[in-house]
């Protein structure tokens, strides 16, 4: 499986960015896809999750702000991101899961928020 992701970028604080991850190759029926991000410093910390099914699952630190989305068609997953703050920079990593068997990771691509 390949993950490519796009949509990072600067904004200012309380501006807005989506990002988005198209998955292609091995795809299967039944698997969900993340995203996640790491700060400078900082462990790599889940922020959102959408399975196949749709149920989405959030970080409470970004509960309200960001909501993951997801095309089936297209094997893409969105995370929009509302009311940016400073303490969401970092570099946010996509991920697509087939629960118990495998994981892949996509590069990264910077979000960058200033105050």
């Known amino acids: 499986v390949q993950l490519q992701a796009s949509g990072g970028g600067l904004v200012q604080f309380g501006g807005t960015l989506r990002l988005s991850c198209a998955a292609s190759?091995?795809?299967?029926?039944?698997?969900?896809m993340s995203w996640f991000r790491q700060a400078p410093g900082e462990q790599r910390e889940l922020v959102a999750v959408i399975t196949n099914g749709g149920i989405t699952n959030y970080a409470d630190s970004v509960k309200g702000r960001f909501t993951i989305s997801g095309d089936a068609a297209k094997n893409t997953v969105h995370l929009h991101m509302n009311s940016l703050k400073p303490e969401d920079t970092a570099v946010y990593y996509c991920?697509?899961?087939?629960?118990?068997?495998?994981?892949?990771w996509g590069k990264g691509t910077q979000v960058t928020v200033s105050s």
């Open positions: 190759g091995d795809i299967v029926s039944i698997y969900a």
């Open positions: 991920n697509y899961n087939v629960p118990g068997t495998r994981s892949y």
